[in-house]
């Protein structure tokens, strides 16, 4: 599980992650600008300013992807319950709920 082949790929594919959100949020803060110059109005999601709350949401999916390789590491070398499954489970999907909302 551990190999370093298998490192090196993830490391990759992070990476390419890394450098699509980059150049995703690049977009976004320009458009973001461009919104309040014409308009002088704050771009917003559900009440919060949306550059805040894309810095936040990118911090929470890091610290989720850091959960799940935790969880993983452990389970590698002992028997994970159910729950702990289910907790695994329901990060998983709301880090690919996260990667969907941004187009990743």
Do not use: P
């Amino acid at each position: 599980m551990g190999s370093s082949k298998m490192r090196l790929s993830e490391s990759r594919r992070r990476t390419y992650l890394y450098n699509q959100l980059s150049i995703l949020e690049k977009q976004i803060t320009e458009q973001w600008n461009k919104i309040k110059i014409s308009f002088g109005d704050t771009v917003t999601y559900n009440g919060r300013n949306y550059l805040d709350k894309m810095q936040f949401d990118k911090l929470e999916m890091l610290h989720y992807l850091q959960e799940e390789r935790r969880l993983n590491y452990l389970h590698s070398f002992t028997s994970i319950g159910k729950h702990h499954r289910l907790i695994y489970q329901t990060r998983k999907d709301f880090y690919r709920a996260i990667c969907f909302s941004i187009g990743i």
